[in-house]
């Protein structure tokens, strides 16, 4: 099993640009998320998905968009970048028995910069 | 929604002390308190957690603790080494897995 796989690892953007963040497990998980990480911010929910075509908002979801069509993909979409979104971006999976948490597999990280 | 408070931000031992890290929570139906250690330009990974029905829990030198009346959670690290240096993470769920995570401590062990 590859586990979590996100692309790119790196990447640099413009104010305004859009891009995605590609996300991808092979664990057969239902849950999963992304998260902003920033200098003595730890870790922020920006959107998360307990399946398929099912997606809600985290704590930070602004200038981000998401959408689930199959099990196994999960991206990420910045509209129009802003300088405020430099981070490193990780996606991470769990298998969930609907209320019971499990443990989350993160992915490599993706570190953007948006000049 | 969920606010998780860590403590403290940075800690300094040397090898072979103990060191203790501290996370409080607001929500009482929070029910899973994972934590997580993040090397230097890795990705976090889980290295214990404990469910509400649970007071403690360990795992070799590393063992959590659980005051569900205290809304606070407490990580232990017994005879450390260099290794475990490295930034650990507390977070909370109510479930569905959806974590809030602590800001983060940054723990350094000198030989």
């Known amino acids: 099993n590859a586990g979590v796989t996100q692309t790119p690892k790196f990447q640099v953007l413009k104010t305004g640009q859009s891009m995605t963040l590609q996300c991808a497990q092979d664990m057969n998980h239902e849950y999963m998320s992304w998260y902003r990480q920033d200098p003595g911010m730890g870790l922020r929910l920006i959107h998360y998905?307990?399946?398929?075509?099912?997606?809600d908002q985290g704590e930070v979801p602004n200038g981000y968009n998401v959408s689930r069509s199959t099990t196994e993909d999960f991206p990420l979409r910045l509209l129009s970048a802003a300088p405020s979104q430099t981070s490193v971006y990780f996606c991470?999976?769990?298998?969930?028995?609907?209320?019971?948490?499990?443990?989350?597999?993160f992915g490599e990280g993706s570190r953007l910069t948006v000049l | 929604g969920e606010n998780v408070e860590q403590h403290p931000s940075t800690l300094s031992v040397q090898e072979g002390d103990s060191a203790v890290i501290k996370c409080t929570y607001s929500?009482?139906?929070?029910?899973?308190f994972p934590w997580y250690k993040q090397e230097l330009g890795k990705r976090p990974q889980l290295i214990i957690d404990i469910r509400s029905n649970v007071g403690e829990k360990k795992d070799q030198r590393i063992a959590v603790t659980l005051n569900k009346t205290a809304k606070h959670f407490s990580l232990h690290i017994t005879e450390t080494q260099p290794e475990d240096s490295a930034v650990y993470f507390c977070a909370a769920s109510g479930g569905y897995s959806t974590l809030t995570f602590g800001k983060g401590t940054m723990l350094l062990v000198s030989p």
């Open positions: 991470a999976s769990s298998y969930s028995g609907g209320t019971l948490t499990g443990e989350l597999f």
């Open positions: 998905s307990v399946g398929a075509g099912i997606t």
């Open positions: 929500d009482s139906a929070s029910n899973y």
